[in-house]
């Protein structure tokens, strides 16, 4: 008996011991540390985000097969953890905890909805995704459904206009500057009215207008001005405010539709590595970084005017044209299609330069398709142009990312022809059947309501179709601040 009783006091602390082991195990468990790419699109890794620590949305259903990806496989990488940084005050850390639970709602509900093929709202829905233009229609809706129900933006409000809180409305670069202005909005309902209400944080810096008022040509070191006035502003709100620190900066993004946005975003290590960049310029092969970055339609406004589908859509038997282009030789993949079909074909209509007396848009309406080649970058303001036109796309590109692929099936509603198929260009544009094309063609005015641009915004239109990809990526993240 005294054996008995002078040993019992171990057992407690044997079994806290074996306790303590085995939630040790299951912290470090592969799942704990993992980004589930939500909307799976593209055959290709998730990069290593520092400073975070990602945990899989669940355990029990997979995300990547949320759409028809049969010809991709999914890639998990492990995350880099770092200590959790723990908020002086017990307010914030029950609104983190708040929204945490809030995006653990939206993908249960989202995962219902693909499940049960239906979606959950508390309001009559006016426009319901429907079609194999989606990957998949349900997920994509109920998804929407949540953003609009959830999602707040914290746009900083500190630095001067012109270089922060403005940007260009007009001519090729107008979606950056509308994005902008539209997050500054007091209207806007994803705006959030404090900071700790919010999921992600705007960073509202114009590259275009950095570029237009700093870069000097001609300086030795012309990039260094535009890199430090980035960095300089990142410094500003990551030293007043506790929000960049604790991710890292990867629940912050930066919008811009300039060339330069993927070089200047380097100005911070953080910013180009974990930040989400929803740029223009998404070339893959330049550091772009699928299911992080979002690729942002480039919107032609050349006279500030709204953008907005042709109001008579061309029926298909009235498109008399095979192809048509119309554009300088700028890069070599234009330089090649101009080489090849400049005045060579009366089926294939490739100009140089516009005749006088030819309207572009008529002759969009006029063809069949649009052929849409990268220039000196990989975007081209010809993909909209062509969608509103009702013209299938014609995308001739190397790495370059379409628009919303996480949610928009671009194979159903537009052609992908490679730079080194564009002699073949009029033989397999002219094999592709009557009836395959009328699909294209009538899926192509169905994306149209896609890519438009409202002020202000309104519901699936390419503002709101921006928020949901960047919606998207903060749905991926739980990040342990």
Known sequence: MSCMSCSSPHIPFLLFFLLLISFTLLGNSPTQHTLTNFFSTFNASIPKLEGLSISNITTSFSFSSFFNTSTTKHHQQQMTAIPSIRPTAIDKEMKLSQLEKGLERARAAIRKAIIHRNYTSNKDENFVPRGSVYRNANAFHQSYIEMEKRF???????????????????????????????????????RARHPSEAHVFLLPFSVVYIVEYVYKPGAKDYWGPLKRLIADYINVISDKYPYWNRSHGADHFMVSCHDWAPHLSVANADLHRNSIRAICNANTSEGFKLGKDVTLPEVHLPDGGLSSPAREQTSVDSRTLLAFFAGGAHGYIREALLRHWKDKDPEVVVYEYLPKGI??????????????????????????????????????????????????????????????????????????????????????????????????????DVFHMVMHSIWLRRVNLRLNY
């Open 359 to 460: 309207n572009y848009g008529q002759m969009m309406s006029k063809a069949r398709f649009c052929l849409c080649p990268s220039g000196f970058e990989v975007a081209s303001p010809r993909i909209v142009e062509a969608i509103f036109n009702g013209c299938v796309p014609v995308i001739i590109s190397i790495d370059y990312p379409p628009p919303f692929a996480d949610v928009l099936d671009w194979s159903k509603f537009s052609i992908e022809i490679p730079v080194a198929r564009i002699p073949e260009i009029k033989e397999i544009l002219g094999n592709i059947s009557a009836r395959r094309y009328g699909v294209l063609q009538r899926r192509v005015v169905q994306v149209q309501r896609h890519f438009v641009l409202n002020r202000p915004a309104k519901r699936f």
């Open 152 to 190: 707040k933006v914290w746009t900083y409000e500190e630095g001067e206009p012109p270089l922060v809180h403005g940007g260009p409305e007009a001519d090729i670069y107008a979606i950056e500057g509308h994005f902008i202005s539209e997050m500054e909005d007091r209207r806007n309902p994803f």
